[in-house]
């Protein structure tokens, strides 16, 4: 029922499972999202809960454990920006929340981006939003390939780190987009 696992510490001190471990999947940014759903689908069925109902006290706690740590792992390989983070994390990189890393050029850019939307917001303007949203999705995909040969191919984690901080960046901007988008249609 465990399945083998790597470990690392948190700030509590705390043994946390590499994410990649307990779904037993390579620990790489390229994942096929059908590779990780049959690989998270696999393991639920097997912690699920409700089949160590009438295991032991201790059966049924380290059950409930793995079914947590699986929807964790889920959670935080299934978009890109965590999983990069997380494996950033794994390689000993901590990826801070803080805009720190990312170029002046990107920061202009951003401050761009967030008036176009200002001004489509005010302007109630479906078209200019939703042009805002293809330009900013086209710019994440550009990240997404960036991330691969970084992560996968040339282990440059610290350029990985900067790319996932503008990544983070990016992934905020599309949900205020589609936040706004869900309100002129409302």
């Not at 983070?168 to 706004?180: R, T």
Request: charged share 30%.
């Amino acid at each position: 029922m465990n399945p083998e696992r790597a470990e690392r510490a948190n700030g509590n001190d705390k043994m946390r499972p590499s994410c990649f471990a307990v779904l037993d999947l390579e620990p790489r940014f390229a994942l096929a999202p059908e590779r990780l759903e049959q690989a998270y689908r696999a393991l639920a069925a097997r912690v699920h809960p409700d089949r160590y109902a009438t295991g032991t006290s201790s059966e049924q706690r380290q059950a409930l454990s793995l079914a947590a740590d699986a929807n964790e792992a889920y959670r935080t390989l299934r978009k890109p920006a965590p999983r990069a983070r997380h494996l950033l994390s794994l390689r000993g990189v901590e990826v801070s929340e803080q805009s720190n890393a990312v170029t002046a050029a990107f920061l202009l850019e951003q401050m761009e981006w967030r008036e176009a939307l200002a001004d489509a917001r005010a302007a109630g303007d479906a078209d200019a939003l939703s042009n805002l949203h293809s330009s900013v999705r086209a710019r994440a995909a550009m990240l997404h390939a960036r991330l691969e040969a970084l992560l996968d191919v040339d282990q440059d984690n610290l350029s990985a780190a900067r790319s996932v901080q503008e990544l983070m960046f990016i992934e905020k901007l599309n949900a205020d987009i589609d936040e706004a988008q869900a309100l002129l249609e409302a």
